[in-house]
């Protein structure tokens, strides 16, 4: 059963309580990371659909967003070790940050060439039950000009600005953890295909 190591727990942990965000290059093992990316490569192109924003008939996407998901499934035997992996680090987080998580979901993202996502949180103060957010990149190779980084702003930033923001680089086996109530964030346009696994932790 994959887990997460105590060092890499402790980096997580640290991070997340001191600044609402992690980032961790090489978490997860490697030959993990590996199936992972095999797998994203190997998904037929018609298995994703487009994303969206909002529920039911008020559901946008095209202007918002435009990268195509699929949900993965805790069961299905490539996927299952990742599951157990993010099971480990869920009660880490509720053995020292007392967060109270108890279910995680997560989908493969495919950001074709041109692909982003504006500006947005995931989850709203007192509405969804989302808590915790992870995003796992599965990126080999990945260059400064191939585009489609993640930018993190702070909290208290109302307004998207260089101020107070971190660039992140979809490079490959790269972890980053964050709260997805208190944390604004945008995904840059790809230039090429990108791919991640993104999930949320859900509290009661």
Known sequence: MARISAEVAAQVIDSLADHGVAVVDEALPPELVDALWSRARRQPIDDFAFGGVGRGNDRLHESLRNDRILWLD???????????WIESLRNELNRTLFLGLFEYECHL????????YQ???????????????????????????????LVLYAPSASEPDA????????????LVVFLSEEVPHEVLPAQRSRYSIAGWFRSA
């Not at 101020?163 to 490959?172: K, M, N």
């Open 74 to 84: 805790p069961d299905d035997a490539i996927t299952r070790s990742y599951f157990d």
């Open 119 to 149: 500006r947005h949180r995931d989850a709203f103060r007192g509405g969804a039950s989302r808590r915790v957010s992870t995003v796992l990149y599965l990126n080999r190779a990945w260059a400064s000009d191939d585009g489609g980084a």
């Open 163 to 174: 101020q107070g923001s971190r660039t992140v680089a979809p490079i490959y086996g790269r």
């Open 109 to 116: 993202a495919w950001y074709p060439a041109g692909s982003f």
